[in-house]
């Protein structure tokens, strides 16, 4: 081999920008939504000096305007096997076990995804990705027939194969190979007009879930919504209508804080498509919707149990009436029980943060709690927090059922199922709440050190 090779971070953010100029030209509201956000985030900074150096010390400001997730639902393991080793090229990796069959909503997720610090700060790109659970569809008719239409397809081309394939045996590619993988991986989410199946089989998928309809008939994982970072969703949401587009209801997550929290989102709804089916018959199909997010501090364990107990809690006794300003005034009456100051949450262990060392300080003695208390008050250790890389199940439902035409069913009497997941993964998906551990112990470790020496 020739040249040297292109590093996987390089490869993923030239993707990320790739997919987005598709997703631009294929949704032209997508190209409006980041305008709307990439202005709103600008005033967000100047209006807020603080918000604009702490982001700049993490080393988050750059990230911004290039954060994207997007997500995709495939039908099979071959190609959710296939899935994970291209995004493998790109250093993205499956973090975490999403079951949505609780929700009514016959899949179940991961979230590939970069996972250094490294990695995150250059492109954080993530994509949510779902295997259809055929083994739901209730009529044994069906689920043949859908199995057997997945099961002719391919959803990667020739060349994207051949070059996962040559990534993987000389452990990188070159720049040219590196860009005609770009291209060759961009096939697989582009969008077919033309469904692969006639109107009575689409209709008949679809009346069974308007998901099964969406991943069994066409010829590829068409990516539905790519969403970029907002530093203020209330203000998105509340510009939306002003720029023509329709978001959905309320915001999933938790209720805007000083010190926001894991991720708020919302969304807007999916367009309706006109399609060519087998038969020649014309249909319409609505898959791609928009979305926005924004995102806080990451939560361990305890703190994540605290979030899953108040969510609850408000969704108990929720308002009747639906609207976005009575569900936030609720919540954040709720969250009240939520410490809001980065020292509190430190301190009670409930979120991760990055620390650091300041020059010219020094430490001495050993690691303890007291220790490290005395330099971060001493100005010897600074600490900025970490943001949430990943997603939140019950949002991610409320996402797909506003974008399933508001239909929702009964939940899928069936347990969750991980280890069915991973089997099709051909691996084990990371668990985010160690991997935030490890990275908070890595660089607490690593500043102390600094200050030692
Ligand atoms: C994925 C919905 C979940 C999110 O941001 O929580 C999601 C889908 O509709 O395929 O993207
Ligand atoms: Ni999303």
Not at 335 to 340: E, V, Y
Not at 378 to 384: F, I, R
Request: aromatic share 8%; glycine share 6%; hydrophobic share 40%.
């Amino acid at each position: 081999m020739s040249s040297a090779f292109v590093s996987s971070d390089e490869i993923r953010d030239q993707f990320s920008s790739a997919m987005s100029a598709m997703y631009q030209q294929e949704v032209p509201q997508y190209g409006t939504l980041l305008s709307l956000v990439e202005s709103v985030n600008q005033e967000v900074l100047a209006a807020n000096p603080t918000l604009n150096s702490e982001l700049q010390n993490s080393d988050e400001l750059a990230r911004i305007n290039v954060e994207r997730h997007g997500a995709i639902r495939v039908g099979s393991a071959d190609e959710l096997a296939m899935l994970r080793r291209m995004f493998a090229v790109m250093g993205m990796e499956p973090v975490g076990y999403y079951d949505l069959s609780v929700a009514g909503v016959p899949v179940h997720s991961t979230a590939f995804r970069p996972v250094s610090d490294s990695a995150l700060k250059r492109n954080p790109f993530r994509v949510f990705t779902s295997l259809l659970r055929l083994e739901l569809i209730e009529k044994v008719e069906l689920r043949k027939q859908a199995s057997e239409v997945l099961s002719s397809r391919d959803i990667f081309t020739a060349n994207a194969k051949m070059l996962i394939e040559r990534f993987e045996q000389q452990g990188g590619l070159n720049a040219a190979d590196a860009e005609l993988f770009v291209q060759e991986a961009l096939e697989t989410f582009r969008w077919h007009d033309n469904a692969t199946v006639d109107l009575a089989t689409y209709e008949r998928l679809h009346n069974e879930h308007r998901l099964i309809a969406d991943v069994v008939c066409f010829r590829g994982p068409h990516i539905n919504h790519l969403t970029p970072r907002t530093l203020d969703i209330d203000e998105v949401q509340r510009r939306m209508p002003s720029v023509g587009i329709d978001p959905k209801a309320t915001i999933e997550g938790p209720p805007r804080r000083n010190c926001p929290i894991l991720l708020r989102q919302t969304s807007f709804k999916a367009l309706e498509e006109t399609i060519a089916f087998a038969d020649a018959a014309e249909g319409k199909h609505t898959a791609r919707f928009g979305e926005i997010e924004q995102r806080g501090i990451a939560l361990t364990h305890k703190g994540r149990a605290l979030y899953d107990r108040l969510l609850a809690e408000a969704r108990e006794n929720a308002p009747a009436a639906a609207n976005n300003e009575a569900h936030q005034a609720h919540l954040s009456a709720v969250f009240k029980a939520f410490p809001d100051d980065y020292a509190t949450l430190r301190r009670e262990q409930l979120a991760f943060f990055h620390y650091q060392a300041v020059a010219g300080k020094a430490a001495q003695g050993e690691m303890s709690a007291e220790q490290v208390e005395r330099l971060i008050a001493q100005g010897a250790l600074a600490v900025t927090p970490m943001i949430y890389e990943d997603f939140l199940p019950v949002s991610a439902a409320g996402i797909f059922q506003s974008n399933l035409g508001g239909s929702s069913r009964d939940n899928y009497a069936s347990s969750s199922s991980q280890q069915q997941f991973e089997q099709a993964l051909g691996a084990n998906v990371i668990d985010e709440i160690e991997l935030y551990t490890q990275r908070q112990q890595a660089l607490l470790e690593q500043a102390l050190a600094q200050l030692a020496g």
